[in-house]
């Protein structure tokens, strides 16, 4: 039965000699409240005179204070009702339980509610009141709401200060009993007896302990002022930690606590950081780090310390952030070793990204190791690493590239570094003379490839200049050992790394040959970013991947993203091819060829010379082409071979005679095609190869080609072969792929071939050809 159930029986039961005791009782927000006023309403609907009073806790100390509430005397049937007895004064207790031994005398029912672990629920004057009850109902624990926050907050506030201390404890440390006792400041036994009464009050689980609902937790919260939340937590997380506590729960302690707790607690925050960073979370290891940075105030070696440790955790993160905390760093020390020690800690494409006064600063520590190296030789190992960088960042900068190619000589240097640091700085030096084509391919591939051979497949590789190693043996036409290392590097990876390796997995892919899967990957890496800023590195390598594979989409989202970041030279050139791909794209051929030159512009500016990375050459001489501009068209597809041939790269000598071919008729055109597919043999493009076999193919084709170039078939040649393609299977963008042009420009071909020969669709085109 219910506890209405109950009050019904009893009201009918009730007459002379016949009157009973209620006793509702039950944890906060069991519904007492609320079955007193359905049976107030019970009671009035037949004829029967309703009494009410309920005790308050501001009103404890006023005498007969609930008694007066019931005011009138007793002289026929009644129903009388006491909310939250448990807080009525002395004087009114006595009374109540003087007139339960009367009510078998009176036609009288009388319903009390007691609230299951509050403040005097267990007094002796309750429980005499209580004990005289014919029937006790205990009501269910409720299911607590956000409806139930202002009722829990009211019934906190009113708690002894002990068991509030306990509350609090609870609310700042969980479920840690032995700590919960001192951050309390009460003995084993005040705690105990709290949380029994909180139990019976239905918000704690007293045998865990634990708060039975996350809405007692925030409600205990709101009861707490600010300051005792701050004084709690901070006493709090030297608990944990003097007792052994994981670092990771007691650095997630600090970062709640605004103001500095002394040494120990830098180095829980710096242990934690380092945890975090194996386990591959760098946004945590930022978050402790800059943390132990409010414990380090003062400028410093300590700080300086913290300084270069927060950028080396930033730099998968916020690689601007990582440079300007390593730049105030040097500037903080004062030794040449240590400027050594965190300028060696730079990123190189963040390093080229950053302001000049922060290049300037990495190139005047490399001019302090130059004096300081010959007399002290522990720092040669960090001159290199320094050398490396400021290198880089010059291959990078206006102006500053002719320095970098000054150095190179004309050949590469025949003694092989034997330290790590010099290994970086020779992968350095080789990326530079593959942008300025100032070596033999085959030459740097030979030593790019041993470089990688001494180098640990690791994840962080991508934030040294080991990373370079990848565009320059893609450049070279090398690349099966580059695909297996990064396969293993990509194992461990946290994501913040994971966005530079598959970029960098999907331009290998590219110089591969297989374009459809570097275009995967390319749209993968865009998604996975979704609005976080990518590396320049990065936007190069997915535009290189959308200029070749002639991806509209992709062309357009990576335009977006650069439009921007043009200040960064490499990603200037960048947007300017694909915005002369835009361009071709949208038949405006000379906004494209516009576009293009200026990209060649620059790029010969910076002296950046290599024509497979920056093929704007070609791209212009088949745009000067279908312009109609034959001889300047031929004049820059021959520009594009001789440095093809400079450069020594098998897909770019035979790629560039492919394009050579297109532009020459006859019998001297089908030479060079052959020649194209003898040079590709020896690459590791064989979807370049494929092409140029497939283009020696239609053009030493039988008579029926012939016919067709007589007359005999309504379409072009471009419109012929892309519908042969069709025929054979492959799909528009594959079409594409094979044809060098967009997929727009494939759809066309097809629709004026569908148009020509009379058919609907690809079904007919067999039919038709025949």
Sequence with gaps: MTGLDVIATALRLAKPGAGSLVVLRGPLGCGRSKTLKDARKLAESTGVRVLRAAGARQERDFPFGVLHQLGEELDGPALITVDDLQWADEESLRALASLAERLDRLPVVMVVCVRDGDVGSDSPLVQQVVRRAAQVVTLPRPVLTEDSRRKLVTCLRAQPAQVRSVLDAMAVLGDDLELIMPLAEVDEIGCTTALRAMDRLGLVDHLAPRFVHPIVREAVEETMTPAHRVRLQTRAARLLHDAGKPVEIVAGRLLAITFAQGPWAVEVLRTAAESAMERGAPHVAVEHLRRALLEQPQAGSRRATLLAELATAERGVDRAAAATHLSVAARMVTTTRERAAIAARFVPGALAEAPPAVRELVGGIEDELRVARPHDDLLGELALRVEARSHHAECLAPGRFARCADRLGERPDRTYPATSAGRELMAVRLHCATIASAWRAGEVAVIAERLLSHAPARPDHVHTPIATLVTTLCAAGSVDAVSAWLLRALEHAASTEQVFIEAEQALVLLHS?????????????????????????????????????????????????????????????????????????????????????????????????????????????????????????????????????????????????????????????????????????????????????????????????????????PLTTAQRRAAELAMAGRSNQEIADVMRVSVRVVEKHLTNAYRKLGVQGRGGLSAALS
């Design 513 to 713: 040959g297989r374009i459809a899967e570097a275009r995967t990957i390319a749209e993968n890496v865009l998604a996975t970013a979704g609005t976080r800023r990518l590396a320049s590195e990065v936007l190069v390598t997915l535009a290189s991947i959308a200029c070749e594979t002639r991806d509209d989409n992709l062309v357009s989202r990576l335009m977006r993203l650069i439009k921007e970041e043009t200040h960064h030279p490499a990603l200037s050139v960048t947007y300017q091819m694909l915005c002369g791909a835009a361009g071709v794209a949208a038949e405006d051929l000379p906004a494209a060829l516009a576009y293009l030159r200026d990209a060649g512009s620059q790029a010969q500016e910076l002296g950046w010379r290599n024509p497979v990375l920056y093929p704007w050459r070609a791209e212009a001489a088949g745009v000067l082409w279908r312009m109609g501009d034959l001889a300047a068209a031929r004049e820059l597809a021959w520009e594009q071979h001789a440095l093809a041939v400079q450069w020594g790269a098998a897909a770019g000598v035979g790629k560039a005679l492919c394009h050579l071919a297109s532009m020459t008729e006859g019998t001297a055109g089908v030479a060079l095609l052959r020649q194209a597919v003898d040079v590709l043999e020896g690459s590791a493009n064989r979807f370049e190869l494929a092409r140029a076999v497939e283009q020696l193919g239609q053009r030493t084709a039988d008579r029926q080609v012939a016919r067709a170039e007589q007359g005999d078939c």
